[in-house]
């Protein structure tokens, strides 16, 4: 079973709808996981942590529920510009702080 | 800000030769990694350093080098590079949490 497991979608939805992504985790002793955006073509880069009270940036709201061992984000009022794949990341503080990253699901948002 | 840096970006090599890429951050980051992206894959960690003169194996090692004899500069090396190291690699740099910052990649094609 790998560590981190993502749906790959595609999700296709319109502009303004509100769509939510899980992510499942094996690791029971993991402290700490992320979301990370990545554009086609383009390096990953952080969109936000996650936090076991739950976490909100402005449309974007990442939460963790350990009992299931799954995380998620959920996107409000999507935008085009959010077209991209959301990648779901574990940090293993007990191995040199080595992030595992989920092969990410991908988001594709139209008129 | 030149942030992460990876040379070259583009890269196609025949079976058997050798190469290095170079990764350079200017952020006095402990911690760099080198990544590799396949798609279906996800982000897998090849080798990783917690501070100049030290590396450690990732989850692919086989058939990759590293080296860091600077703190800013991350080497990974392909002794006899094979078609299966076709493929995006990245390089990242951290404190040592769970924000990475990526380089911009080097797609290598072998042949």
């Known amino acids: 079973r790998k560590e981190v497991e993502q749906d790959p979608g595609p999700f296709n939805v319109p502009e303004g709808a509100t769509v939510a992504f899980n992510c499942t985790y094996s690791?029971?002793?993991?402290?700490?996981f992320f979301w990370y955006r990545q554009d086609c073509r383009k390096e990953p880069k952080l969109l936000m942590s996650?936090?076991?009270s739950g976490n909100e940036d402005g449309r974007f709201t990442a939460q963790l529920n350990r009992a299931s061992q799954y995380i998620s984000l959920l996107i409000r009022d999507s935008k085009l510009s959010d077209s991209a794949t959301y990648l779901c990341?574990?940090?293993?503080?007990?191995?040199?702080?080595?992030?595992?990253f989920g092969t990410g699901t991908r988001l594709q948002v139209t008129l | 800000n030149a942030g992460v840096t990876q040379t070259p970006k583009f890269r196609v090599l025949k079976t058997g030769q050798s190469m290095t890429l170079l990764c350079a951050q200017d952020?006095?980051?402990?911690?760099m990694y080198w990544y590799r992206q396949d798609p279906g894959m996800g982000l897998r960690l090849i080798h990783y350093?917690?501070?100049?003169?030290t590396t450690a194996k990732g989850e692919v090692p086989d058939g990759y080098n590293v080296s860091r004899l600077k703190k800013q500069n991350f080497l990974l090396g392909l002794e006899s590079a094979a078609p299966s190291q076709t493929s995006v690699y990245f390089c990242?740099?951290?404190w040592g949490g769970g924000e990475l910052f990526f380089g911009e990649g080097s797609r290598l094609t072998v042949l």
């Open positions: 996650v936090y076991s």
């Open positions: 990242a740099s951290s």
């Open positions: 990341v574990d940090l293993n503080t007990g191995t040199a702080s080595k992030l595992t």
């Open positions: 952020m006095n980051h402990e911690y």
């Open positions: 350093s917690v501070g100049e003169g």
């Open positions: 690791n029971s002793a993991s402290q700490s």
